[in-house]
């Protein structure tokens, strides 16, 4: 489980386009891609979303 004061000292990046996504890991931040139609076949090591509600889980630590 992350603690609060983890996740202030993060800087998350969330993002649709996964040129942008990964520019943002790029320059040190945490990258989220939102999964839309336009970015379901790139494959990367960054995390994917498909909700907000899985965006905040992911920040918190209750979803890989």
């Given at each position: ?16 386009k ?7 890991k ?8 939102m ?6 076949n ?23």
């Amino acid at each position: 489980r992350v603690h609060f004061k983890e996740i202030i000292l993060r800087r998350f990046w969330i993002e649709d386009k996964w040129e942008n996504a990964v520019a943002g890991k790029e320059l040190g931040l945490d990258s989220i891609i939102m999964a839309h139609g336009h970015n379901i076949n790139r494959l990367s090591d960054i995390p994917r979303a498909h909700n907000w509600k899985s965006i905040y889980n992911k920040i918190i630590g209750n979803e890989n």
